[in-house]
């Protein structure tokens, strides 16, 4: 089954101890991404990757890290979370980065709540 | 810098035509616009996608103006199964950044 994994769903943590979310998709997808998605503020993207090794700034990059090693998988780190980045977050996929942007595809989430 | 608005939320009834519009007067030229939906406590999900006038498939039409400064969304006789989160999708010009609006928040009353 074509999918987007991510772990964990929920995680409860507490300031400035590093975390990692990892994403991994099944679909040989060239362009993955992460948003975080805040009341009123709709989805945000954070960082997007057009293929291995290939990475770039989205719109609220501040306090995330992410790496593309390898093509499946594409983690999100936060090195150290502070409170203002509790929030739900999603990873997606698509086949191609580009013109037309290809549908996204879309993990199920985590929420992360950092106190 | 590309941006889209949506209304917040909107109320409708089963059975009728619902009409979601999105405005990104900055949609880069040769950018496509994409809407998804999303269901509380799942990721969103692609409906439609389309460049210009019109674009129908089996869940919901697209209109296109030929301006393409704006998109409207329609959900042909709704049920309480399309209470969701409807959201509208531009790509920055010059870059791979995608800019989702704030979404659109459906209810659909028996």
């Known amino acids: 089954e074509a999918q987007v994994t991510q772990n964990p769903r929920y995680l409860i943590t507490v300031t400035g101890k590093k975390l990692t979310v990892t994403c991994s998709q099944n679909?040989?997808?060239?362009?993955m991404s992460w948003y975080r998605q805040d009341p009123g503020l709709g989805l945000r993207q954070i960082y997007y990757?057009?293929?291995?090794?290939?990475?770039d700034k989205g719109d609220v990059p501040e306090g995330y890290k992410v790496s593309r090693k390898e093509k499946r998988n594409f983690p999100l780190i936060l090195e150290s979370p502070s409170p203002n980045q509790t929030s739900l977050y999603f990873c997606?996929?698509?086949?191609?980065?580009?013109?037309?942007?290809?549908?996204?595809?879309f993990g199920d989430g985590t929420r992360l709540s950092i106190l | 810098l590309a941006k889209t608005t949506q209304p917040i939320s909107m109320d409708s009834y089963e059975g009728q035509e619902v009409n979601i519009t999105c405005s990104h007067n900055?949609?880069?030229?040769?950018?496509?616009i994409t809407w998804y939906q999303q269901f509380p406590s799942q990721g969103p999900r692609f409906i439609i996608q389309?460049?210009?006038t019109k674009v129908t498939n089996e869940v919901a039409s697209l209109f296109i103006p030929a301006d393409r400064k704006s998109s409207t969304l329609s959900l042909p006789r709704v049920s309480l199964s399309d209470t969701a989160v409807y959201y509208c999708?531009?790509?920055?010009?010059?870059?791979?950044?995608?800019?989702f609006g704030t979404g659109t928040r459906l209810q659909v009353f028996p």
């Open positions: 997606a996929s698509s086949l191609a980065s580009g013109t037309p942007h290809q549908p996204q595809h």
């Open positions: 679909m040989n997808h060239e362009y």
């Open positions: 990757s057009m293929n291995v090794e290939v990475t």
């Open positions: 900055n949609i880069a030229t040769n950018d496509y």
């Open positions: 389309g460049y210009k």
């Open positions: 999708l531009v790509g920055e010009a010059h870059t791979d950044k995608l800019i």
